[in-house]
């Protein structure tokens, strides 16, 4: 992969693994729920979707018709697919930097406010009132737990009562700090200074053989001509 389309497939993930790292470094739980926790590794994985699918599977004639206004529907298209697959998803809350031993007890004072009819059974909490049916299940490598719905019958509107409740208790619960934290933005921060330190030292802004190659494949699309400027943009990284 040449070093514009590595920029584009890493820069997300690097934003990616430094908002995780910071999130896991935090002194307090961080709560959110499972479509956003998907739309988010979604937009992580983006640029892989941009340098790799996208160039390859691109229409031809709608890319030499369009030109470059073509990526705008087929990133839409992505990140529709992406809203679609994160509303077709069980309800779920993720709850980061935080274990189920820690959790349970804030849960249940946090559920018989909402619900004084919940049951329990293990690490199953059923509540009539709320219209929802849920399983603890941690992810005690990355120390985070997950709210996972059981069954069909779920009420999103209980769903979003937990939510906001639970947001609530949770900003009163201090938690020391993970130390996995450090490898997520460790390697986010790597991440970031290698791309910023390709584009330096290849200059990729101020280099006309990257401009011109940019400007076939990335705006007006694969042509014919893409070919033979792709093969003088090989020859230009094999003499750097």
């Known amino acids: 992969m040449d070093p514009l389309n590595l920029c584009i497939a890493l820069g997300p993930v690097g934003v ?3 908002l995780i790292g910071s999130i896991n470094l935090g002194r307090r739980p961080f709560l959110t729920t499972g479509a956003r926790d998907l739309l988010a590794l979604a937009i992580a994985l983006s640029g892989f979707v941009i340098a790799g699918p996208m160039q390859l599977f691109m229409p031809q004639a709608a890319a030499a018709y369009f030109g470059g206004w073509i990526w705008i529907p087929l990133i839409l298209l992505y990140f529709f697919c992406a809203v679609l697959a994160s509303m077709l998803t069980r309800p779920r809350l993720v709850i980061y930097n935080t274990t189920p031993e820690h959790l349970r007890p804030l849960l249940e004072n946090v559920v018989s406010k909402l619900d004084p009819q919940r049951r329990w059974a293990g690490t199953g909490l059923s509540c009539p009132g709320l219209g929802l049916q849920l399983n603890i299940e941690p992810l005690r490598s990355m120390r985070n737990v997950q709210l996972v719905a059981v069954g069909s019958q779920q009420d999103l509107d209980g769903w979003r009562q937990l939510e906001l409740a639970l947001k609530t208790a949770l900003r009163d619960m201090p938690v020391p700090p993970n130390p996995r934290g450090v490898s997520f ?18 200059k990729l802004a101020d280099n006309p053989n990257v401009r011109e190659f940019a400007t076939e494949v990335l705006w007006r699309g694969p042509t014919a001509q893409t070919t033979e400027n792709m093969g003088e943009y090989a020859l230009f990284l094999e003499v750097i």
């Open 16 to 18: 990616y693994l430094i």
């Open 185 to 202: 933005a460790f390697f986010g921060v790597l991440i970031v200074v290698l791309i910023a330190y390709a584009m330096a030292s290849l």
